[in-house]
């Protein structure tokens, strides 16, 4: 198969939970796609769920407003917390276009860039984290650099964009304004047990030194997850293109 879901009985059925991912994929990301799709099917339309989105993209015409409507709250506001107490579940990805921008190389590697925002936003709340780690799912696109330095001299830093990634395509070096298209990469999505801080009270999200500790853990969790995904699911991009020609040819 294309794609695998696994672990789904590890996110609460009800109730507030902070699933946190791997992201991947530039804009691609089909890791959203299939983790917000399961988060669908195992807790339906009943329970509210949001996924913590990119700030500059709700000032956007047209944009902000249908971001709004399929349920992305800005990454940066009080919103998360609100809805988290309300019992809602939050989907996010704190290493944003850091990691989904990440070279080839570094493809199976956890990366959230030092940000700890959603371990302060745990703490504060009191909810579960939840790790979901996609592999496969970066496979897609052949990332060579971040383009951090051509982001800088680009003046993108005040957009708070730090990346303007170099890509591999079929006819050779492009950039992210030309991105070549995906490759028929198969994808699997676990979510893995849930992680509790109930020894430690909403105050700690002001001690640095827990925060980071907590970050750590939970990265540890997910590397460790995605080291035996990608030792289980080896050669993703060959799976998919077999599975992509075993349907195309008529039994």
């Known amino acids: 198969s294309d ?8 996110l609460p059925a009800d109730g507030p939970a902070l699933v946190v991912g791997n992201h ?10 299939v983790t917000a799709l399961s988060i669908i099917d195992r807790r339906g339309t009943e329970h509210p769920a949001y996924s913590l989105t990119y700030d500059l993209l709700f000032a956007l015409p047209v944009i902000g407003p249908f971001l709004r409507r ?4 800005p990454a940066s506001s009080a919103e998360a917390e609100a809805a988290l107490d309300a019992g809602a579940l939050v989907l996010d990805y704190p290493g944003g276009d850091w990691e989904a921008c990440r070279p080839w190389l570094d493809r199976n590697t956890i ?3 030092g940000r ?12 579960p984290v939840v790790p979901v780690v996609a592999h496969g799912s970066h496979d897609s696109v052949v990332v060579i650099s971040r383009g951090e330095a051509i982001a800088r001299a680009l003046g993108l830093g005040a957009s708070h964009i730090k990346v303007f ?29 849930s992680i509790e801080w109930n020894d430690l009270g909403p105050e700690m999200a002001e001690d640095a030194a827990v925060v980071d500790r907590c970050a750590t853990e939970v990265v540890e969790t997910m590397q460790d997850g ?7 699911r080896a050669h993703p991009v060959r799976r998919g293109l077999v599975n992509l020609v075993s349907r195309a040819v008529p039994h």
């Open 70 to 73: 399929i349920g992305a709250i």
């Open 3 to 10: 794609l695998e879901v696994r672990g789904l009985e590890h």
């Open 24 to 33: 991947c994929g530039l804009f691609y990301m089909p890791e959203v796609w």
């Open 111 to 113: 990366d959230f860039g």
């Open 165 to 193: 990634p170099i890509l591999l395509g079929p006819l050779g070096l492009t950039t992210a304004i030309t991105p070549p298209p995906p490759l028929p990469s198969s994808v699997t999505v676990e979510f893995l047990p």
């Open 226 to 232: 995605l080291n035996r995904l990608r030792v289980e």
């Open 116 to 127: 700890t925002g959603f371990v302060r936003l745990a703490l504060r709340t009191g909810v």
